[in-house]
């Protein structure tokens, strides 16, 4: 069972404040969970988005959110990780506008669907809203090539799972056997 809580956030081993998450049965200090580093993932409750400020390109297009940190702000991205934090307000939209949205056009990789990971490229991000659960789709790296059948994309849950990765030295990367 999960319930809201407070999460403490840690970047790059040095504690920076504590934001809203999820405690679990299995957080064994039963107050809270304790991030290891900035690519850790940020775990909401649908309820416990309530307090989180959508922040928007100046074109409409949302890039995260800003929340309580303490006293101050964090910064968390469209895939429910941390971005920057704690911090004041206006340095949080900054972290936020810096960070941008180009990264999602990026190679990833997808485990636990083959033997080795898969090279996915991201097709969708819906956050969760209003009671909704919310998804990520992927789908195969075709390297744009449109004369290439459709590949069945995999929809994952969000905020972005442990097995949805940034790519790694030794990861297929489509170009050597």
Do not use: Q
């Amino acid at each position: 069972m999960a319930s809201s809580c407070w999460v403490r956030l840690s970047v790059d081993n040095a504690d920076v404040g504590h934001i809203p998450g999820v405690l679990t049965d299995n957080c064994p200090s039963r107050r809270h969970l304790f991030l290891e580093s900035a690519r850790s993932t940020i775990v909401p409750t649908i309820e416990g988005m309530h307090d989180w400020t959508p922040h928007r390109r100046d074109d409409g297009e949302l890039l995260g959110w800003i929340l309580p940190a303490n006293e101050d702000w964090a910064a968390v991205d469209i895939l429910g990780r941390p971005v920057a934090g704690p911090m004041d307000w206006l340095d949080a939209e900054v972290a936020l506008e810096e960070h941008g949205l180009a990264w999602l056009a990026d190679p990833w990789m997808l485990e636990g669907e083959a033997e080795r990971p898969i090279r996915v490229r991201v097709v969708e991000v819906t956050p969760d809203r209003d009671g909704v659960a919310g998804h990520i789709v992927v789908k195969v790296d075709d390297y744009g090539d449109v004369s290439r059948p459709a590949s069945e994309p995999w929809i994952l849950p969000w905020p972005i799972p442990e097995r949805l990765r940034a790519p790694r030295e030794g990861d297929p990367d489509g170009f050597t056997l």
